[in-house]
């Protein structure tokens, strides 16, 4: 197998296999690579929060490959016992990026000192080349948490007005409900193809007509975030369009449920260009078919086998919708989040609804006031009935989280915050109490911890129509060197007490800790500016550095594609429900067109076939999927009990009719036993 079909296969894997979680199971019997399906848990709906999760748990599949490299090492007599606390570095397989780069993906573990990263990559194993240094990003410690219990929140769906509110039957209380049939957004349909708008939210500054919530002073860095979301599907079924709805729909279909992401990578963050990746390597469509809330947690690695980037539609003629590496979208992730319906045919309608409840998404800390970056608290009001920690743990709102004043203050209220080492303020982001709110802050800094500066002043609102994620105060656009600084609370909307949910400052400099986890990295490897050369074998390897430690991880090779073979695998088939079986499989079709497929039989001569579905010229692997049912009538011969044959076929010259530049590309034959 070459270097670019192993890595199209950690794509497949990494889709296909993470919904596996119960009661779905892999059923595909050559499925051999190791995925991250231990760490994509599902839990009986109430009972799993991110709290629930070690964060410094190690992956089973990080362990797998940790086992199988020490298979090598002398004898146990001849070995020291290893520093836990050394930084380790392992090299993953790239994904193809056209034909003159490709995207090197790597793992580090630093133990949760500060560390910085690249790959070392050249024609040999002595390399030559670098790729940028950048740091780890912090600790996984801010939440975002919506439960959906007195409105939408912010979130919409479909064409904006799709997703409505439900006041009871949640999980505990309110939640959010899609209903289908709904629009189709065609904006991506030259690459991963047309979508269902499930919800959507703006989690950065970008402002188009609805609030946005800011996270992160506005630049969440979603690397590696961890995603929990309650799903209840209803009634969830097709139909045939045209005169006779209750013909039987096709024995196939779509509507894969993903998390989506959009970014600003405009220069100037005008908005003019937009990228934009679906989340391939975890479905949460198992949930649509059962009547009860089910209960996810999966991770947003930053790693390209877990994503499909999702192009644009070319016939637009705008450049709006543009390439960008994973890595940068993940890290400034300011525009909007989705989950969304991905595989959308227009063979039959779709209806039914999907609930979403209770979601929480832990992401990178950057504040310059969290403890572990530095920031240490030496000054609060006395008397307080709640630990003024609260204000710097994460969490903008809720029980246990916010700081309220002693009875009937009179202000001014002052925090003050020692910084470890001199930093520049960029932003600052005060977040209000939902309970006990305060009107008027004042924020000041200072080099020398005497004399202070004013850095900003402003209202609080005292709450937010959106809810309490909004009710927050943000300035923007600074430049205040500190070493110590002060929020000071002047007034109150209440006389009994005030309040606050959370102070952050944002800026450079700090000395960030990192958290004791295995972190995924990638970066595009160019070999600017005049580009790799597409047939030739490169060799890279992963390398962190945390002051004078340096370790690098095992030597791997990836081969440019040449463009003139577009590359097919077949994946796993998962049973998503009694029944009902995922076929999956990845296509690289290196900017050309075609058009794909599945064929499945009881034999290599299959006798079924999919409806064909285009794949537009992008020139990265993308995942696809086809849903199938096998209680169709038309495949009453593939009995529970029966082996049955599958494959993914790509014809390339056949959305032109009547071309006689037809080529048909197929995968692996695979196979798998019909429930």
């Known amino acids: 197998m070459t270097p670019v079909v192993l890595l199209i296969a950690a794509l497949v894997l990494g889709a296909c296999g993470a919904e596996a979680a119960a009661p779905d199971a892999t059923l595909a019997t050559d499925a051999t ?51 836990p606390t050394a930084l380790e570095a392992l090299t993953f397989p790239a994904t193809a990026l056209g034909t003159a780069a490709f995207s090197a993906n790597g793992r580090v ?57 439900v006041p009871s039957g949640g999980v505990s209380g309110g939640f959010s409900r899609f209903t289908e049939p709904s629009g189709t957004d065609y904006n991506h349909v030259d690459g991963i193809g047309p979508i269902h708008l499930a919800q959507y939210f703006y989690p950065g500054t970008f402002d188009l007509d609805t609030p946005t919530a800011a996270l992160g002073g506005g630049h969440p860095d979603f690397r590696d975030a961890r995603v929990t979301v309650s799903v209840r599907g209803n009634d969830w079924r ?18 894969e449920l993903v998390w989506w992401t959009q970014a600003d990578v405009s220069p100037g963050k005008d908005s003019t260009k937009m990228s934009n990746w679906a989340h391939t390597g975890f479905f949460l469509t198992a949930a649509l078919y059962s009547d009860t809330w089910r209960t996810f947690t999966y991770r947003l690695y930053n790693d390209t086998s877990d994503w499909s980037y999702a192009g644009h539609d070319r016939s637009q003629g705008r450049d709006l919708y543009v390439y960008a590496p994973l890595d940068q979208v993940l890290g400034d992730l300011d525009v909007d989040v989705f989950h969304l319906l991905l595989f959308v045919d227009n063979d039959a309608a779709i209806y039914g609804s999907i609930d979403f409840d209770e979601l929480t998404v832990a992401y990178r800390n950057h504040s310059l006031v969290f403890g572990s970056n530095g920031g240490a608290l030496v000054q609060s ?26 009875p009937d203050p009179a202000g001014p209220l002052e925090f003050v915050y020692d910084l470890a080492v001199p930093v520049t303020i960029a932003s600052v982001q005060i977040h209000n109490h939902t309970e006990w709110p305060s009107r008027d802050v004042a924020i000041l800094a200072s080099v020398d911890g005497v004399n202070w500066t004013s850095v900003a002043e402003g209202t609080l609102p005292e709450a937010a129509p959106t809810g309490p994620n909004f009710a927050y105060l943000l300035k923007k656009g600074l430049a205040v060197p500190a070493r110590h600084v002060k929020v000071v ?41 005049s580009g790799l050369v597409a047939g030739t074998t490169y060799h890279y390897r992963m390398v962190a550095v945390s002051g004078d430690e340096v370790t690098r991880g095992e030597d791997q090779t990836f081969t440019v594609p040449t463009g003139e073979t577009p590359e097919v695998m077949s ?7 009694p029944r009902l079986i995922r076929l999956a499989g990845a296509i690289n079709t290196l900017g050309g067109e075609g058009l794909y497929h599945f064929e499945l039989g009881l034999d290599a001569t299959y006798g079924h076939v999919t409806a064909p579905m285009r794949t537009g010229p992008e020139i990265t692997p993308r995942a696809v999927t086809r849903l199938i049912d096998l209680a169709h009538p038309d495949l009453a011969e593939l009995a529970p009990g029966r082996v049955v044959h599958y494959r993914l076929v790509l014809c390339s010259g056949c959305q032109t009719p009547g071309s006689d530049d037809d080529v048909i590309h197929a995968g692996a034959d695979r196979t798998f036993v019909s429930e």
């Open 571 to 577: 994946g796993d088939a998962t049973t998503i429900a």
């Open 238 to 255: 097709r139909r045939v369009w045209g005169p006779n709805p209750d013909l039987a729909p096709p024995f196939y279909r779509g509507d």
């Open 33 to 83: 690579l190791a995925t991250d399906a231990t760490l994509a848990t599902e839990t009986a709906a109430g009972t799993s929060t991110p709290d629930d999760l070690a964060d410094g748990a190690a992956d089973a599949s990080d362990a797998d490959m940790l086992a199988d490299l020490a298979t090598d090492a002398p004898p146990l007599a001849d070995q020291t016992a290893p520093d």
């Open 381 to 406: 009001p006395a008397g307080a009935p709640d630990d003024a920690a609260a204000l710097t743990d994460g969490y903008r709102h809720g029980a246990g989280h916010m700081w309220r004043s002693a």
């Open 489 to 529: 609370i002047a007034s109150g909307y209440r006389a009994e007490a005030w309040g606050l949910g959370e102070i952050e400052f944002f800026g450079e400099g700090a000395v960030m800790q990192t958290d004791d986890d295995w972190y995924r990295v990638t970066a595009d490897i160019t070999g600017d500016p």
């Open 109 to 165: 573990q630093p133990h949760g000192k500060p560390t910085t990263w690249h790959f070392e990559y050249g024609p040999t194993a002595d390399y030559g080349s670098l790729t940028a240094t950048k740091p780890l990003s912090p600790r996984l410690a801010a939440y975002y948490t919506e439960s959906w219990d007195d409105g939408l929140a912010g979130w919409r769906g479909g064409s904006g007005e799709d997703l409505t509110y």
